[in-house]
């Protein structure tokens, strides 16, 4: 065998190996996950610092927790019902979504939680939801009990002005929706729609949630 034949090999051989290390890293990186298949975004520090226990109150003025409203796959986002813009729009792609599972037999709850109490009561809120979809959830709270729910989300908000002074204030807050499944967690996260790339869409939403629910 000459030495150029047997360098061949032995680059061909170590590239064989490399390749069935890294094969084997890959796919036991995803074996541990089980919806790894299905999950698009990355978070920072993992989906795991995301989420958590909440309390807060529904459209009957009861207060509920996460394990009284988070029963099924539930597409969660904080806005406030004064929202003028990506609000609704993210909202209703969330209750299209919803709709489009049901019809494959997938039972899903879209959850709205209000980030601006001062003006988002308990009848208000549910009204909000119930425009979407009646399988809608709307949840209110008090300024601890938002706060600490969006916290726990890491969402951010922030008021615009005086609410004494002007009632029609605005409030800056992040647009994401949360794929909750109850109990694993937060499994994903979906981003206001672009509708110019089609994607984040209600059949999008739909088709990604379809995957982490046949995994549960």
């Known amino acids: ?11 061909t051989a170590m590239g064989a190996v490399i390749a069935a290390t890294a094969g084997y ?9 089980r919806f790894a298949a299905c999950r698009d975004t990355a978070v920072a520090g993992g989906m795991g610092d995301v989420g958590g226990p909440f309390t807060l109150v529904d459209a009957a003025g009861r207060t509920v927790t996460e394990a009284d409203v988070i029963t ?12 003028p813009d990506v609000c609704p729009l993210d909202m209703q792609r969330n209750a299209e979504a919803a709709e489009i599972l049901a019809g494959q037999g997938i039972e899903t709850v879209p959850v709205f ?3 601006d109490p001062g003006r988002d009561t308990p009848a208000v809120v549910g009204a909000f939801a119930q425009n979407f979809s009646e399988r809608t959830i709307g949840l ?22 005086d609410r004494a002074e002007n009632p029609w ?4 807050h992040s647009t ?6 109850p109990g694993h967690g937060v499994a994903e996260v979906f981003r206001h729609p672009d509708f110019a790339a ?17 995994r549960m």
């Open 169 to 172: 204030y605005l409030v800056d």
């Open 198 to 214: 089609g994607t984040a869409l209600a059949e999008d939403v739909a088709a990604r949630t379809a995957c982490f629910a046949d």
């Open 140 to 161: 209110t709270g008090s300024e601890d009990q938002v706060t600490a729910a969006s916290r726990a989300y890491r969402t951010y908000f922030r008021l615009h002005g």
């Open 72 to 83: 099924k796959p539930a597409l969660v986002y904080f806005g406030y019902t004064f929202c």
């Open 176 to 181: 994401f929706t949360y794929l909750v499944l």
């Open 1 to 11: 065998m000459s030495p150029r034949l047997a360098a061949l090999l032995a680059a």
């Open 25 to 33: 890293v890959f796919l036991a990186d995803r074996g541990g996950d």
């Open 113 to 115: 939680i209000s980030i």
